[in-house]
Nanobody
Framework: QVQPVESGGGLAQAGGSLKLSCAGSRRTFSGYVVGWFRQVPGKEREFVAA????????VYEDSVEGRFTISRDNAKNTVYLQMNSLKPEDTAVYYC????????????????????WGQGTQVTVSS
């Protein structure tokens, strides 16, 4: 199974923006919900956002709602996370992953249903 590859992380100032990309393959992305997650040392990985396999359903964690936007380009097998109005508490390693179940209508927020994780990309927001 080909792992997705995250990119676009880096250092940003509070109030700034970053856009993350999650590149997969047609075999691993086509027909699957894709989610973004984040993790800081010593804490469990947490859900950030997810998008349905057609791209018409999205769900966000409360603290990022209105600031982050998830989207996907199925022709490129890529999912994006546009992060605006960044806060220091957004600092984390960000991961993408696919729901283990194909053709789910509604994106899932439960971390344990996702598999095929990428290696992550570090996002650091300075105050």
């Amino acid at each position: 199974q080909v792992q997705p590859v995250e990119s676009g992380g880096g250092l940003a100032q509070a109030g700034g923006s970053l856009k993350l990309s999650c590149a997969g393959s047609r075999r691993t992305f086509s027909g699957y919900v894709v989610g973004w997650f984040r993790q800081v040392p010593g804490k469990e990985r947490e859900f950030v956002a997810a998008i349905g396999w057609r791209g018409n359903n999205t769900v966000y964690e409360d603290s990022v709602e209105g600031r982050f936007t998830i989207s996907r380009d199925n022709a490129k097998n890529t999912v994006y996370l546009q992060m605006n109005s960044l806060k220091p508490e957004d600092t984390a390693v960000y991961y993408c992953a696919t729901d283990s179940r194909p053709f789910m209508v509604l994106p899932e927020t439960r971390v344990h249903v996702y598999d095929n994780w990428g290696q992550g990309t570090q996002v650091t927001v300075s105050s």
